[in-house]
Each structure stands twice: as C-alpha cells, then as structure tokens.
Nanobody, 120 residues
Framework: QVQLVESGGGSVQAGGSLRLSCVAS????????MGWFRQAPGKERERVAM???????STSDSVKGRFTISKDNYKNTLFLQMNSLKPEDTAVYYC??????????????WGQGTQVTVSS
C-alpha cells in the first residue's frame, strides 16, 4: 500500500541545479522520518539527507551546503534541492521511508529511483 514515486531527475552540466520530488501515499506522511539516498554504479548506497517528523534535517558531508531536504506535509511530498552539481553527484536517487517520528536507520519502503547525470 505504501508508495513512493520520485521525479525530477535529468541531465545537467556541472554547476547546474535540479529539484527532486518524492510523492508518498498509503500512510500518514507527516509522522515518519523520510530520507534521500543515492547509488552510483559500483558504489555502495549512500544516504545524502534525511528529515524527521518534526522537520529537523541532516545532510551528508559530501553534499552539505549544496543540497537541501524539505517536505510539504499537506502535499505528502519530499523534496531535494540540488545546487552546484558536480559530476560525482551522478547516481540514481531514491527516497525512502524511515521510522515513526525520529530517524533510526530502519528504512522499510523505497521508491524506484530517478537518474541524475551531471556532465563536465
């Protein structure tokens, strides 16, 4: 019943921007931790940002200052604003649902992902 659908990926040149969206359904979106992850070929999946049910956020060191996670509880949508993109940001980006209220690194539902490609 839980569904997460990402959109907003594409191809951009280094220095460009993209905004990813994740539309959630099948549960009470506002009560859960939500996160963004990425995975490049041959690399492990990496958590890039997360937001708990109170709106507190964190980002990984690799994207800090460039990416911003936010959400619209009324629209059941999670966003990832990606600025100053670098070729090393190229990956498939996924949104995921975490635990109730606080983020505990238990991610039980995943979207299908959206491709982000950054060229130099």
């Amino acid at each position: 019943q839980v569904q997460l659908v990402e959109s907003g990926g594409g191809s951009v040149q280094a220095g460009g921007s993209l905004r990813l969206s994740c539309v959630a359904s099948g549960y009470t979106f506002s009560r859960f931790c939500m996160g963004w992850f990425r995975q490049a070929p041959g690399k492990e999946r990496e958590r890039v940002a997360m937001s708990n049910s109170f709106g507190d956020t964190s980002t990984s060191d690799s994207v800090k200052g460039r990416f911003t996670i936010s959400k619209d509880n009324y629209k059941n949508t999670l966003f990832l604003q990606m600025n100053s993109l670098k070729p090393e940001d190229t990956a498939v980006y996924y949104c995921a649902r975490g635990s109730l209220q606080y983020c505990s690194d238990d991610w039980d539902h995943w979207g299908q992902g959206t491709q982000v490609t950054v060229s130099s």
